[in-house]
């Protein structure tokens, strides 16, 4: 508990947000329109699964308390460069609800202001401009509530007593972390691990991928003509696909066509059948799905009981490009 106001000491200035590339949902916001208000800053991106299950908090508190003295700040900072797409960015945070100002900060003019290093990470400044508190990652979102009414009561505001209470839903759910056994998978050369198809990976080329006989756990693989780039593999033939043995609930995938490309058709299978009641939110109990842009599309939501599972997904189009999974 936070009790007083010693309990927080001042861990420095607020920085302004200097070098933003855009601003989304508000005019931009000076200290002039922040001073002697409480200012969140939430550090994300939008295809970030960390990030994602921790936006559902950060909504609430925008809505509960920006009545009340509270400023919610967003910082979009880009991982993969089409992240930094205006258009993508705008499409993302509409059809995830984010209705608070969302700076958009391609070249991490504003990262670098906080000396920021996560995905996600918040900032909890005073009425007085003075950073008190930050948090790394997921989890302790009761702390955090209590530090913003903490500050806001130290700025003069009455706060009730109680916590927001919310029961995130879809994508936005808590990871099952007890039957979590697979890790963040990046597919492009650059922090790949796990690659198992038999033929070595041509950096920056194409070349015919085949899928091994045997795929271990949290090992994946490539069929058909591919492209291997720094970040993401591209797919230059019709009805290629990729391969991953996981185990977890969810499995996610951040994937897409590029921006000047049309949508393409996906079909998932889980160990070799249509997922049926395992299937994610943007696929059918069929395993039919299609990838507008590039986002993160959650593809499987195992029901109990979880166990280790094969996945493949196969593209009927040529043209997308896939970056890296993600599990819950």
């Not at 916001?29 to 936006?55: E, H, K, M």
């Not at 797409?85 to 670098?112: C, F, G, S, T």
């Not at 198809?197 to 949290?218: F, H, K, Q, T, W």
């Not at 230059?236 to 977890?248: C, E, K, M, T």
């Amino acid at each position: 508990m936070f009790r007083h106001r010693n309990d927080l000491p001042a861990e420095g200035v607020l920085p302004p947000f200097d070098g933003a590339t855009a601003w989304l949902n508000s005019q931009p916001l000076g200290p002039a329109d922040l001073g002697g208000r409480v200012v969140l800053v939430s550090f994300g991106t939008y295809t970030c699964i960390n990030w994602i299950r921790s936006l559902p908090w950060v909504r609430a508190w925008a809505d509960a308390y920006t009545g009340h003295g509270l400023t919610v700040v967003g910082v979009q900072t880009p991982e993969f460069d089409f992240e930094g797409d205006l258009h993508n960015v705008a499409r993302a945070i509409k059809e995830m609800d984010v209705r608070y100002p969302v700076v958009v900060d391609n070249d991490y003019a504003v990262w670098q202001s906080f000396d920021n290093h996560y995905w996600p990470a918040l900032y909890f400044a005073d009425a007085k401009g003075q950073i008190r508190h930050h948090r790394f990652g997921e989890g302790e979102y009761e702390q955090s509530e209590m530090v913003l009414q903490m500050l806001l009561r130290e700025a003069g505001t009455e706060i009730e007593q109680g916590l927001t209470t919310i029961e995130p839903q879809g994508v936005e759910a808590p990871a099952d972390w007890s039957s979590l056994g697979s890790p963040e998978t990046y597919l492009g050369y650059g922090r790949a691990v796990g690659f198992a198809s038999p033929e070595p990976v041509i950096p920056d080329d194409r070349r015919l991928y085949s899928a091994p006989a045997v795929l271990r756990r949290n090992h994946w693989s490539l069929s058909g003509d591919w492209r291997t780039g720094p970040t993401a593999v591209r797919l230059n033939q019709p009805n290629g696909s990729i391969s991953y043995r996981f185990l977890a609930r969810d499995l996610n995938l951040v994937m897409g066509p590029p921006a000047t490309d049309e949508p393409v058709r996906f079909t998932v299978l889980l160990d070799g059948e249509p997922p049926g009641p395992a299937h994610g939110i943007d696929v059918d109990s069929h395993g039919n799905g299609t990838a507008e842009y590039q986002r993160m599309y959650q593809l499987i939501r195992q029901p109990e009981p979880i166990r280790d599972r094969k996945f493949e997904i196969t593209f009927p189009d040529p043209g997308v490009e896939a970056f890296v999974f993600t599990f819950g």
